[in-house]
């Protein structure tokens, strides 16, 4: 059917189903947000390192492992940009009200 012939599609489907709930519950937290901004950055550096191996030992050509290797640190500079705006505008907001209460 589909041309699911095994089970591994609800598995995975099932795992980034109880991440995103998981993350659902915490992710108002500025140190939740971090990490996994830095674990996805570790996971890209990770292929990086993976595409780069691939192109030297000659399973893939050079040009596919640097188009793949550019998209992943793309990815990663991206997420680490956007969580450390996130965390930075959140404690200014937090500063903000800190003021407002003092006043």
């Known amino acids: 059917m589909l041309g699911l012939h095994d089970i591994q599609y609800l ?3 099932l795992f980034w189903v109880f991440i995103y709930l998981s993350l659902r519950l915490v992710w108002h937290l500025p140190r939740v947000r971090l990490a996994y901004g830095i674990a996805v950055a570790i996971f890209n550096f990770a ?3 993976m595409y780069t191996i691939s192109s030297l030992s000659g399973q893939m050509g ?3 492992a640097f188009a ?9 500079v991206v997420m680490l940009t956007l969580i450390y705006k996130e ?5 200014e907001k937090r ?7 003092l006043k």
């Open 11 to 13: 598995y995975e489907f």
């Open 68 to 76: 793949f290797a550019f998209l992943h640190s793309m990815v990663s």
């Open 62 to 64: 050079a040009l596919d």
């Open 47 to 49: 292929a990086i390192v």
């Open 87 to 91: 965390n930075k505008i959140d404690k």
């Open 95 to 101: 500063d903000l009200k800190e003021e407002k209460i």
